[in-house]
């Protein structure tokens, strides 16, 4: 390697961690805008012919901002509040926790205080969601930059995405075959991730949710979304919920209730979670439960809340780079 080669590359590499940098702090909607691009590109490739590409995709981006802005805001308010008044609730000790604190410490010996440790878990909930005092003003603008930022550079995926794809082809030093192969395989990945993986969980989310509201489970909205959120979770997801209210119930003297909550759960939740994501995530992912668990918690660790979507992706591109280096390039 030359010296000017050399320091191309010492250039380019600089260059790219400082856009890195740049680029960080407003990370999560930088990808949600590459999310909603990706899933919105079928739609946009019907429309393109019809209206022009910059009219698609202007099209595309109001409907998309208003779609999940709107909904978006009514659902933190909706759930903070939830989140609230759980947690002042649990404070104020309305909520009557001793019968299963009583059964905690016989099998495990230790003394607890469910109360104390749910509502400073709930407080913490919500200032996810709300957010503090002192950091609001500061929080509302960087919201509302990055909502500007995830709608302008969701016009411009839409728009140009393609010639993105095909540049990022161009300068790849990869055979064209090797390319194709890769981009096949990280695109049934994505879909099977993002679109299958966060559909099964927001279903068996709503439908564990469905059973707290009809067996009156106090604050049931704030249990719902924490469902969804588990639910990206294998194997355990919404049980960690359904399962200990289930437990509440029969302790605090509603045995019908908790058994009924019970049975739905094992029967219509865990079932839906059986049926629909082998069918939607692991015939086009081939990933087994333990990657999508390592991808969800730390992707969620490492990027934020959009590490639950693009964190099974990264390690599942990972095994699929592995895959297509031992065809093309092992000698056998």
Do not use: C
């Not at 979304?225 to 302790?251: D, E, H, N, Q, T």
Request: glycine share 10%; net charge negative; charged share 15%.
């Amino acid at each position: 390697m030359d010296v000017s080669r050399g320091f191309m590359l010492v250039v380019i590499g600089a260059l790219g961690a400082l856009s890195l940098a740049i680029a960080w702090p407003f990370l999560q909607y930088v990808l949600l805008a590459v999310l909603i691009a990706y899933l919105l590109a079928p739609v946009y490739e019907r429309l393109e012919p019809r209206i022009g590409g910059t009219g698609a995709a202007l099209a595309l981006m109001v409907a998309a901002t208003g779609a999940l802005i709107l909904p978006f805001a009514a659902m933190v308010a909706f759930v903070g509040n939830d989140a609230v008044d759980l947690a002042q609730r649990l404070s104020d000790s309305q909520v009557d926790l001793g019968g299963l604190e009583a059964a905690i410490e016989r099998a495990t010996g230790q003394e607890v205080d469910l109360p104390a440790a749910l509502g400073a878990a709930a407080e913490n909930f919500a200032g996810v969601f709300l957010g503090s005092a002192p950091d609001l003003v500061g929080a509302f603008t960087h919201t509302l930059l990055g909502i500007a930022l995830a709608a302008f550079m969701l016009f411009f995926f839409l728009r140009d995405g393609r010639r993105l794809v095909d540049w990022l082809f161009e300068v790849t030093p990869l055979p064209d075959r090797v390319l194709s192969d890769l981009a096949t395989r990280i695109d049934d990945l994505m879909w099977a991730v993002l679109v299958g993986h966060v559909l099964v969980s927001t279903i068996q989310g709503f439908l564990a949710g469905i059973g707290l509201f009809a067996t009156g489970i106090p604050n049931a909205a704030f249990w719902t979304l924490a469902m969804v959120l588990l639910a990206l979770l294998p194997i355990v997801g919404a049980f960690l919920v359904w399962g200990p209210a289930a437990a509440w119930l029969v302790l605090a003297g509603s045995p019908v209730a908790g058994g009924a909550l019970f049975v739905y759960g094992a029967v219509v939740v865990s079932l839906s979670d059986n049926y629909l994501r082998p069918i939607l995530v692991d015939r086009r992912a081939r990933l087994s439960p333990a990657t999508i668990m390592l991808g969800v918690v730390g992707g969620l660790y490492l990027l934020g809340v959009m590490g639950l979507f693009f964190g099974p992706v990264i390690v599942g591109a990972f095994k699929v780079a592995v895959e297509t280096f031992d065809e093309h390039y092992v000698d056998r």
